[in-house]
Structure formats: structure tokens, C-alpha cells
T-cell receptor
Framework: AQSVTQPDIHITVSEGASLELRCNYS??????LFWYVQSPGQGLQLLLK??????LVQGIKGFEAEFKRSQSSFNLRKPSVHWSDAAEYFC????????????FGTGTQLKVEL | EAGVAQSPRYKIIEKRQSVAFWCNPI?????LYWYQQILGQGPKLLIQ????????DSQLPKDRFSAERLKGVDSTLKIQPAKLEDSAVYLC???????????????FGPGTRLLVL
């Protein structure tokens, strides 16, 4: 069965420090890959997505993610975190040709210390 | 461009009562999704509509949950009767659905937070 694993439930970083959030997936074939962010009381906002091509994907708000097929991973990174980045981050996958159905990980809560 | 609208934003009910949530997708979006997000978990798809037809309701607890999208625009999700474990955030999302089979970005509303006592 397909699954998405985000091994870090909580992460705390200092403002200005770099950030990496981990995501691993288990799927029959390489799925479409996504990162969403959810601020308190807000809906999910798409940060970036990987469909094919360049394995380093640039997104909004200065985020990027790298797809590594050999590791079944799609980790999210940001070189310098801002206090406004504090939120919950979700990795998600969708099957190719599979009707747009998203399967989400359990999320990583990011806290930013000033 | 207006986003996905949901109401109410918060609802508190007693167990065994009924409740309904409303969603208005982005104008022109043919596909509409309802997700359930339990505290500490990622969103889980309950039901997906393409226009007013159901595409996927495999994870909808049909003994108590129902959803409709009669005119292919707004949608209502109902729970009757509610259980304690239904306490969650219910998210609505929509996507354009160009019919090409390609993956499409889903745009999410702010959600309805339900507490069942």
C-alpha cells in the first residue's frame, strides 16, 4: 500500500538558520510529489510540486525540494528561515494517471525561535 | 480571484446530533474534494466530485456521512449522527479539471473545525 512518511513530528530552528524537512514515500511507481504548508486557522497552501524533469524544484517563499529516486525521498529545504515560516508542513503524493487523489503524510510542525 | 469558501468555520455539537458543512469552490473549478483532518494527522480524502458526479468515495463512512453537489458548484457534507471520533477539521478543495488526465493543483479552503462532545 502506498504511504508517505514524515519522520519528524516537531522541528525547532532559529531564525536565519537553514531548514530541511524529510519526506519518504512508498509507492509502486514514482508518484507526483507535493509539499503543502498550513498556518494556524488556514487552509493548505501549495509550496511546490514535482512531476518530472529537474529533480531540484523551486517553490514559493524561498523553499526548494529535491527528489531522490534511489532514496524514495522528497525533502524540503530553505537556506534561511524566517519567523513567519512557523507552521505545519505536509508532504503529499498522487499516483500518475490516478485521478488527482492526494495522500498526505502526518505533517511536521515547525517552530522558529527568534 | 476568490478562493475556496467554507462555512461555518467552527461548530460544536453533542454526539448523535447532525451537522452540515458547506463549500463553494473557486469559480470554474469542476472538481471538488472533501478531506477530514484529525488532530495530529494529515488530511484524508473523504469524497471527490467531478461536476455533480462522484469520482471517489471509497473512504467516506457512508453509514453516517453523506455529501452532495447537486448543481456541480456548491457542495454540502453532512454527518448524521455524529460520533466523538468525528471531531476534526473538514477541508474542502477544488481543482480545474481540464480533462487531460494530468495532475492538477488543488486549492484548499480554510476548513471547518468540528468538536463533538
Amino acid at each position: 500500500a502506498q504511504s508517505v512518511t514524515q519522520p519528524d513530528i516537531h522541528i525547532t530552528v532559529s531564525e536565519g538558520a537553514s531548514l530541511e524537512l524529510r519526506c519518504n514515500y512508498s509507492y509502486g511507481a514514482t508518484p507526483y510529489l507535493f509539499w503543502y504548508v498550513q498556518s494556524p486557522g488556514q487552509g493548505l497552501q501549495l509550496l511546490l510540486k514535482y512531476f518530472s524533469g529537474d529533480t531540484l524544484v523551486q517553490g514559493i517563499k524561498g523553499f526548494e525540494a529535491e527528489f531522490k529516486r534511489s532514496q524514495s525521498s522528497f525533502n524540503l529545504r530553505k537556506p534561511s528561515v524566517h519567523w513567519s515560516d512557523a507552521a505545519e508542513y505536509f508532504c503529499a503524493v498522487a499516483p500518475r494517471g490516478g485521478g488527482n487523489k492526494l495522500t498526505f503524510g502526518t505533517g511536521t510542525q515547525l517552530k522558529v525561535e527568534l | 480571484e476568490a478562493g475556496v469558501a467554507q462555512s461555518p468555520r467552527y461548530k460544536i455539537i453533542e454526539k448523535r446530533q447532525s451537522v452540515a458543512f458547506w463549500c463553494n469552490p473557486i469559480s470554474g473549478h469542476a472538481t471538488l474534494y472533501w478531506y477530514q483532518q484529525i488532530l495530529g494527522q494529515g488530511p484524508k480524502l473523504l469524497i471527490q466530485f467531478q461536476n455533480n458526479g462522484v469520482v471517489d468515495d471509497s473512504q467516506l463512512p457512508k453509514d453516517r456521512f453523506s455529501a452532495e453537489r447537486l448543481k456541480g458548484v456548491d457542495s454540502t457534507l453532512k454527518i448524521q449522527p455524529a460520533k466523538l471520533e468525528d471531531s476534526a477539521v473538514y477541508l474542502c478543495a477544488s481543482s480545474l479539471a481540464r480533462g487531460t488526465g494530468a495532475q492538477e493543483t488543488q486549492y484548499f479552503g480554510p476548513g471547518t473545525r468540528l468538536l463533538v462532545l
